[in-house]
Nanobody, 125 residues
């Protein structure tokens, strides 16, 4: 069983920054592409960012390009999402996901095999 646990969410002012972490257990972490998604109340779950197993390739939603960075430390079985210049519309539960032998280009929910339970990010105006 693969377990993913997100942390680092919180309440910030618009323009502020947060770094989210997602720790994976019981995996050979480098075999998994990792993605970040977010879901706001009443809205569809949407893709945010993804990174290949080696970390060589990354992909971002248009809404966060230039503001968010995804990275990973395979020795620690952890993926990160650095969020800068946060906007109120970034408010959502952020979830990490793992895709076995996946690609950073994968943006659809159905491509991912495992999911964390999410961490809340709230951005005040």
């Amino acid at each position: 069983q693969v377990q993913l646990v997100e942390s680092g969410g919180g309440l910030v002012q618009a323009g502020g920054s947060l770094r989210l972490s997602c720790a994976a257990s019981r995996v050979t972490f480098s075999r998994y592409a990792m993605g970040w998604f977010r879901q706001a109340p009443g809205k569809e779950r949407e893709f945010v960012a993804a990174i290949s197993g080696s970390g060589a390739s990354t992909n971002f939603a248009d809404s966060v390009k230039g503001r968010f960075t995804i990275s990973r430390d395979n020795a620690k079985n952890t993926v990160y999402l650095q969020m800068n210049s946060l906007k109120p519309e970034d408010t959502a539960v952020y979830l990490c996901a793992a895709a076995y032998y996946g690609l950073a280009t994968m943006q659809e929910v159905q491509y991912y095999d495992y999911w964390g339970q999410g961490t809340q990010v709230t951005v005040s105006s």
